[in-house]
């Protein structure tokens, strides 16, 4: 499977706490995506990084990608309650024009 | 609001029903598609559509079928569906195929009895 695996598959914190989420995937990528969804509603893009970055910041937002791990990790400081919802990263894969998702992490933030 | 609806946004049907989902983006995207969500499994592509064209249709059974009348619609024809069937469809839209970002409607809840 060409599929993105998110680790952990759920992950409970209190506000305030860090957040963090991985995914790894098989082969080469054009890019790697990160996606919230809101229980039970559609997805929203979060932020985009290509396989020629590292890092990348929006906000609270860090992402970072190791092409050689085939890994990336999205990290959600000083959290909040309603950063509770399912984070799925997406990748891009070279050849392909449509993006694969993984089973996505669930996060419950307390307050 | 991502600009991208759905319609109806919860449908319970029997496996005898014909029912169609309706999706419009109003982002003026050249790209559409449709996914089955289900409970502990990852998004399933079903069908994407370019310039109102099928590119890609992932092995999809026959009772599921779309139809693109134009680049802001997509439709999904529902018949004689099973039970198994029941997830959250979700149509979302981007700017060209190989864009790099989707914009997701808010999904229809499809329940089959």
Redesign the interface.
Known sequence: SQQGEEDPQALSIQEGENATMNCSYKTSINNLQWYRQNSGRGLVHLILIRSNEREKHSGRLRVTLDTSKKSSSLLITASRAADTASYFCATSYSGYSTLTFGKGTMLLVSP | E?G?T?TPRHLVMGMTNKKSLKCEQHLGHNAM?WYKQSA????E?MF?YSLEER??NNSVPSRFSPECPNSSHLFLHLHTLQPEDSA?Y?C?SSQA??A????????T?LTVL
């Not at chain 2, 502990?40 to 998004?43: E, F, G, T, V």
């Not at chain 2, 790099?100 to 999904?107: M, R």
């Open positions: 991502t991208v759905q598609y502990k499994k990852p998004l592509l994407v590119v890609e959250l979700l979302a195929l190989a790099n970002e989707q914009f997701f409607g808010p999904g809840r």
